[in-house]
């Protein structure tokens, strides 16, 4: 069936440092994929979304780049902040399916 | 963008009665709505999906006499754990995807349940 791994937090690191969470995916077709965040006690927001191979997803300095050649869809961010302290989920689905979630990525970023 | 509340926000109960978790779309209509259950410090799962007008799917391993699950229009669906635990303390998010376009997701802010 479709999956969703990350790679395994927690992750630390200190501001204006680069990042790189994991995600790669398995799926019988062509999924959209998706980066999620959630902050401390909140539900989950729409980080940022990619539709088809080579799509690049980008929001308040995220990116994440469809990689259908080796499955992946890696978050980036080249300056963390402190206030990007905050779990990310990895996530992916095909048209009317339901929403398959990677394990989460707790990132704290330290000042 | 596409707002989804849930009510409440937090509740406290005593272990044996039920509670009503309602998860509404502000903007748009949603004909399918999602509940979830997060458990600390994991990812989400999935419960149920629910459809508006008719009876929810539940995922294994979930008891539909527990979790009862009402869509009864396309802007609500309310989620009842019917006589709680306090092994059913959790946090219960719901999300809300559109009639149309693209089958975007809409998450609530979910709702922390303890049980005494």
């Known amino acids: 069936g479709n999956s969703v791994t990350q790679m395994e937090g927690p992750v630390t690191l200190s501001e204006e440092a680069f990042l790189t969470i994991n995600c790669t995916y398995t799926a019988t077709g062509y999924p959209s994929l998706f980066w999620y965040v959630q902050y401390p006690g909140e539900g989950l927001q729409l980080l940022l979304k990619a539709t088809k191979a080579d799509d690049k997803g980008s929001n308040k300095g995220f990116e994440a780049t469809y990689r259908k050649e080796t499955t992946s869809f890696h978050l980036e961010k080249g300056s963390v902040q402190v206030s990007d302290s905050a779990v990310y989920f990895c996530a992916q689905h095909q048209g009317a399916q339901k929403l398959v979630f990677g394990q989460g990525t707790r990132l704290t970023i330290n000042p | 963008g596409a707002v989804v509340s849930q009510h409440p926000s937090r509740v406290i109960c005593k272990s044996g009665t039920s509670v009503k978790i309602e998860c509404r779309s502000l903007d748009f209509q949603a004909t399918t709505m999602f509940w979830y259950r997060q458990f600390p410090k994991k990812s989400l799962m999935l419960m149920a999906t629910?459809?508006?007008?008719?009876?929810?799917?539940?995922e294994q391993g979930v008891e539909k006499d527990k979790f009862l699950i009402n869509h009864a229009s396309l802007t609500l669906s309310t989620l009842t754990v019917t006589s709680a635990h306090p092994e059913d303390s959790s946090f219960y998010i719901c999300?809300?995807?559109?009639?149309?376009?693209?089958?975007?997701?809409?998450f609530g802010p979910g709702t922390r349940l303890t049980v005494l």
């Open positions: 999300s809300a995807r559109e009639t149309s376009g693209y089958n975007e997701q809409f």
């Open positions: 629910s459809n508006e007008g008719s009876k929810a799917t539940y």
